[in-house]
């Protein structure tokens, strides 16, 4: 039986194709002039990029919290603001573990597919928010182990690109399948927009 599909959902686009060398074997330095604009978004830390996930100081959360919890809100533009944040991050986490050799788009979602549905707040608990980070501890500790993975799977797939200018594909699903997770997490934890708790899988 296969499991449930988690609201929160994730996938890049694999390329089938030969990848660009040069920008492969220097992606530690092209990938800087996105990062500087994404560390320049309020509250933006660059470091949160290369996690695949979301620049956590730049989403709207605490305001959230605090709508929910006391008026049973979640305004759309706040929901647009993290989803298209979360998105915009993805992108320069995929291109910066050589996912994709398009440089990442500010707005265009490219081979990056990140969406979540805008939740029906009525249905959401009223407290949980306060403590769903609390909650998502078992994850950041699996997580943790799988992004040391993630760090010898890219440097794996370096080698490989700039030797057969090919992303061998079991490592790209692993490393796609850790960003899944991660985004799950954030989702949950953070941009709260489903009180199901993630799954601990890598897979959809």
């Not at 390329?15 to 092209?30: E, Q, S, V």
């Not at 995929?94 to 490219?110: A, C, I, R």
């Not at 403590?131 to 993630?150: R, T």
Request: aromatic share 16%; charged share 20%.
């Amino acid at each position: 039986m296969e499991p449930a599909a988690y609201p929160v959902t994730f996938s890049v686009d694999y390329p089938d194709r030969d990848l660009n060398r040069l920008t492969t074997g220097l992606r530690i330095f092209t990938v800087i002039p996105i990062a500087i604009v994404a560390a320049l978004l309020p509250g933006g830390s660059s470091t949160g990029v290369a996690w695949g996930g979301a620049i956590a100081g730049s989403l709207v959360v605490l305001p959230i919290v605090l709508m929910i919890l006391f008026k049973k809100k979640y305004p759309r533009w706040w929901f647009d603001w993290n989803i298209e944040l979360m998105r915009f991050s993805n992108r320069i986490g995929v291109y910066l573990l050589l996912m994709d050799d398009e440089y990442p788009s500010t707005d265009e979602k490219q081979a990056v597919h990140l969406d979540f549905p805008y939740p029906d707040v009525e249905r959401l608990e009223r407290g949980l928010p306060l403590v769903k980070w609390l909650l998502a501890i078992p994850h950041y500790i699996v997580l943790i182990f799988l992004y040391i993975g993630v760090l010898f799977a890219a440097i794996g797939a370096w080698f490989a690109i700039l030797f057969t200018g090919r992303y061998p594909r079991g490592i790209f699903e692993f490393i796609e399948g850790t960003i899944r997770w991660n985004n799950r997490v954030a989702g949950y934890a953070f941009a709260l927009v489903t009180d199901e708790y993630p799954p601990f899988r890598l897979k959809p």
